[in-house]
């Protein structure tokens, strides 16, 4: 089944679970809310091997950890969005001051991520990987998105493709992608 057929049988399952769950988030009940969120599935294997060694691929880097610079870029839309709105994409540069960096997202521990940064945006691994020749280049920017996005429809619709011509257009031969 490809994706466009997945994602219209899903859409009725997620208008129905939308109605039934607003109710608790407005209470505060988001766990209780998602226990029942019906989750997009599809058929095949998303993956594909990389022809070349690693050694010579350029990466790219996209996270969901919901990124954005304090004072360059305005904040991501911190809780979930359940409309047709289209998930913004965010650049972020490889060598940007990590002191400058906010996380906008609600959904996830922010503990460890202020700890050390890496945890979901291994900017400094992936570079170290790179001088060490592991891997032969890394993209000048990271991509990031706001990984609360509960209506999938306008991110495989619109915002997958917008990520994928971007990589592209970079010359990404693999990406790394940090789920938050």
Not at 71 to 78: L, M
Request: aromatic share 8%.
């Amino acid at each position: 089944m490809s994706d466009a057929a997945a994602l219209a049988d899903w859409l009725p399952k997620f208008k129905s679970w939308t109605e039934s769950s607003m109710p608790l988030f407005k209470v505060g009940k988001a766990k209780q809310a998602f226990g029942s969120y019906p989750w997009f599935t599809t058929e095949g294997d998303p993956f594909v091997r990389l022809e070349m060694p690693a050694s010579k691929a350029r990466f790219g880097l996209v996270t969901t950890g919901g990124y954005s610079i304090e004072g360059v870029q305005e904040p991501f839309q911190p809780g979930p969005s359940f409309d047709d709105k289209v998930p913004e994409i965010r650049s972020i540069p490889f060598d940007v001051d990590r002191t400058k960096l906010r996380i906008d997202h609600i959904g996830y521990d922010h503990r460890f991520a202020k700890e050390d940064i890496n945890v979901n945006l291994p900017l400094d691994r992936i570079s170290e990987l790179a001088e060490a020749g592991e891997i032969g280049s890394v993209a000048r920017e990271t991509q990031v998105v706001m990984g609360l996005q509960p209506n999938v429809a306008p991110l495989i619709r619109e915002a997958i493709p917008t990520l994928i011509d971007s990589l592209v257009a970079d010359d990404i031969d693999a990406v790394l992608l940090v789920p938050s």
